[in-house]
C-alpha cells in the first residue's frame, strides 16, 4: 500500500514537474499484475520500441520504435493516481523500456508518487541503465543466448552490450532475477551449459529458464533440456535461486 490521498493542488505540480515524461511512448499498460515484481503488486507500462527481434516475440506490435500508442503517459498516471493506494509498483517492461531516454523521468515521476520500480530490460542500453538503476528496485535482466550468439535468436550482434549491462547490474547492488527464455531453435544443453557457467563467473546468484512459448501457449517442440531432472538439477546447483517457469 502506498502513500495517502494527495489534494488537487498537489496533484497539478506533480503533473507540471511530470512534464519530461509526457514523451515516453507507450504501446500497452496493465493495471494490477502479481506476476511481473516478485512479491509486489504491480502497474505494468508497456514501452513501445525494442532494437531486437527475437523469433519467439509475443510482443511484436511493441517493436516499432514510433508505432503510435494508445495510451499517453499522462492517461496512466490518471489510472495509477486513482488506484495507488492498492499497488506497490510501477514496472518498465516492453518492448525494451531503455530505448528511450524519457524512461528516466517516467520512473522518477512514479517514484515521486511513492512506488517501487521495477524494470524489465534485455540490457541493449548500457549507459541509460546505469542512469536509470539508482531509482529502480528490482530488475528482471533477460539474458537472451550466450553473449557471442545473440544474433541467431535476437537478430542483432546485441551482446556485447547486454554483457556491460550485466556487469553494472550486478555491481550495482540492485536485486534482480536473470531469466532466459529457452527457444529450441537456438538454444539446447550446450548453450544452456555455457550461459550458466558465463553467469556464474560474472556474480550471478539468481537465474531463471522459462520456456518459450509458440502462440497458441504451448512449448515449442525440442525443448528437451527443460524436462531433463540430472540436467535441470546440475544447472540448479550453480546458483544460489533458480528455478524453471514451464510454459504449461
Ligand atoms: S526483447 Fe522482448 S519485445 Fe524485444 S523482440 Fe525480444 S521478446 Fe520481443
Redesign the pocket.
Known sequence: MKSANISKSAARNLLQRDKGASSLRIGGFEPFSTVDYPGRLAAVIFCQG?P???GY?H?PD??PARAAGPLSFEDILSVIDRRKDFLDAVVFS???PLAQAAVIQAMTAMRRRGFEIGLHT?GTNPALLEAALPLVDWVGF?VKAPFDGYRGV?GADAGAKARVSLETLVKSGVPYEVRTTIWPAWIGKAEICMMASMLREMGVRRYVLQEARMPDRNPYPGGEALNDAAFVSETAAMFDAFEVRYAS
Do not use: M
Open positions: 525494442c531486437l527481434r527475437c516475440c510482443n511493441l517493436i516492453g518492448g525494451e534485455a533477460d535476437t
